[in-house]
C-alpha cells in the first residue's frame, strides 16, 4: 500500500476535462499557448514604447531610488488639513500655492495631469537623465 502512494505521489493532478468537468473548456491549446510565449519573450523597442520606463546606470532595471529622489508627489486633498476657520484655510492654501511657485522657478514639472487628487512632479535632474538616455520623463 506504501509503495502504490508513493508511486503515485509524482503524478501530475488529472487536468480539468479528466476530472469529468462537463463545462471545461480550454483557454488556449498548447500551440496557441507557445505562440504567446514567445511573443513575450521578444525585446521590445523602448524608442517607440510611449510607456517605457528609464533604467538605471546598468540599463538592466527601473532605478527606483534615483526616481524617488528626483520626483515628488503632490497630493491635493490635505491642502487644507487642520484648519479651523477659513482664515486658516486660506492660509494653507496660499502656502501651497507659494510651494508650488518654488518647484516651478526650480524647473520641476508636472507628469501629465492630476488625477484622484494627486500629481507627480519631476525634477530637472529627472527630466535630463530621462533626456541623455532619450526616453520619455513621464511616468
Known amino acids: 500500500m506504501v509503495q502504490n502512494l508513493l508511486d503515485h505521489a509524482q503524478d501530475p493532478p ?7 468537468d462537463p463545462d471545461y473548456v480550454p483557454l488556449q491549446s498548447e500551440e ?5 510565449s514567445d511573443e513575450c519573450s521578444e525585446t521590445p523597442d523602448n524608442d517607440k514604447d510611449p510607456d517605457f ?3 538605471d546606470d546598468d540599463e538592466e532595471s527601473f532605478d527606483e531610488e534615483a526616481y524617488n529622489e528626483l520626483t515628488t508627489i503632490w497630493r491635493c486633498k490635505w491642502t487644507c488639513d487642520g484648519a479651523e476657520s477659513i482664515d486658516e484655510m486660506i492660509e494653507k492654501l496660499q502656502a501651497a500655492i507659494e510651494e508650488l511657485r ?3 522657478r526650480d524647473g520641476w ?12 512632479l519631476l525634477s530637472p ?3 535630463e537623465r530621462c533626456r541623455v538616455r532619450g526616453v520619455p520623463p513621464m511616468m
Open 102 to 104: 518654488q518647484f516651478q
Open 32 to 36: 496557441e499557448s507557445d505562440e504567446v
Open 109 to 120: 514639472v508636472l507628469d501629465g495631469e492630476i488625477g484622484d487628487d494627486y500629481g507627480t
Open 14 to 20: 488529472p487536468a480539468a476535462d479528466e476530472a469529468g
Open 53 to 55: 520606463i528609464p533604467l
Open 125 to 127: 535632474a529627472w527630466v
